[in-house]
């Protein structure tokens, strides 16, 4: 198992204004962004459904 991203493939910096997306340099799998848009479509949701709360 990768140390770095613990199999996931990719490296997820949290920022101010929302998170970065890195391929995992140990991994050498770059050229898959599967989970880069898994983990951008779940954040589309959690995001719709809390502004939906607000309404």
Do not use: W
């Amino acid at each position: 198992m990768c140390k770095l991203c613990q199999t996931k493939k990719v490296i997820v910096e949290h920022t101010e204004i929302g998170a970065v997306f890195h391929p995992c340099p140990n991994c050498r799998s770059g050229t898959d962004l599967t989970p880069v848009i898994r983990k951008l479509e779940q954040m589309l949701t959690a995001e719709k459904a809390r502004l939906n709360v607000h309404d």
